[in-house]
């Protein structure tokens, strides 16, 4: 079936660099895409999301993009700190049914 | 705002109890809850989603007596693994969606209870 995969399944990233963090989706149907953040325990929380009908959004020190045309969602993290260490996930809206489906996820790791 | 609770965070058991964990938004109204299950080091999975009045949909190969959802209230779900067995052992999560806010608004996450069948 259809889901939503990312192309690194982990990323190191010296502090105070900018991360970006890729993620593939395949259904074409998807209008609205999420971002999480989840740390050790604990569930996911929301970072930034993005309707189908924008190509980019931003937040403090954030930023989504979307491409439609390749499907592909990327979430961009500014001066990058070690409290961003955590697995990233992408979620997409599914149409109709709304309900949100994750991504395999990206660890986040930070360099001092 | 938007604050989901869950409770327990963590129970142990052993092979053949029932299991109940409650998934309640505190300070909005939810018509809607997501039960999702997250094994170590994957992605959450999408168990059913729990419907205020009315039956929950249960997504493929999720046993719907197994697990059983109730969904009584605007404000309570609870996901109830019946007969559990070690193999039920994960990390099961509810979200929910404000219904004030409208549609395309993400789900807020509970904190997630860590089951372990003995």
């Known amino acids: 079936g259809e889901n939503v995969g990312l192309h690194l399944p982990t990323l190191s990233v010296q502090e105070g660099d900018n991360s970006i963090i890729n993620c593939a989706y395949s259904?074409?149907?998807?209008?609205?895409f999420i971002w999480y953040k989840q740390e050790s325990g604990k569930g996911p929380q929301f970072i930034i999301d993005?309707?189908?009908?924008?190509d980019k959004r931003q937040g403090q020190r954030v930023t989504v993009l979307l491409n439609k045309t390749v499907k592909h969602l990327s979430l961009q993290i500014a001066a990058t700190q070690p409290g961003d260490s955590a697995v990233y996930f992408c979620a997409e809206n599914m149409g109709s049914a709304s309900k949100i489906i994750f991504g395999s996820g990206t660890r986040l790791s930070i360099r001092p | 705002g938007a604050v989901v609770s869950q409770h327990p965070s963590w129970v142990i058991c052993k092979s053949g109890t029932s299991v109940k964990i409650e998934c309640r938004s505190l300070?909005?109204?939810?018509?809607?809850m997501f039960w999702y299950r997250q094994f170590p080091k994957q992605s959450l999975m999408l168990m059913a989603t729990?419907?205020?009045?009315?039956?929950?949909?249960?997504e493929q190969g999720v046993e719907k007596d197994k697990f059983l959802i109730n969904h009584a209230s605007l404000t309570l779900s609870t996901l109830t693994v019946t007969s559990a067995h070690p193999e039920d052992s994960s990390f099961y999560i509810c979200?929910?969606?404000?219904?004030?806010?409208?549609?395309?608004?993400?789900?807020?996450f509970g904190d997630g209870t860590r089951l372990s069948i003995l």
């Open positions: 300070d909005f109204q939810a018509t809607t």
């Open positions: 729990s419907n205020e009045g009315s039956k929950a949909t249960y």
């Open positions: 979200s929910a969606r404000d219904l004030g806010r409208g549609p395309n608004q993400p789900q807020h």
């Open positions: 993005i309707r189908s009908n924008m």
């Open positions: 259904n074409s149907a998807s209008d609205y």
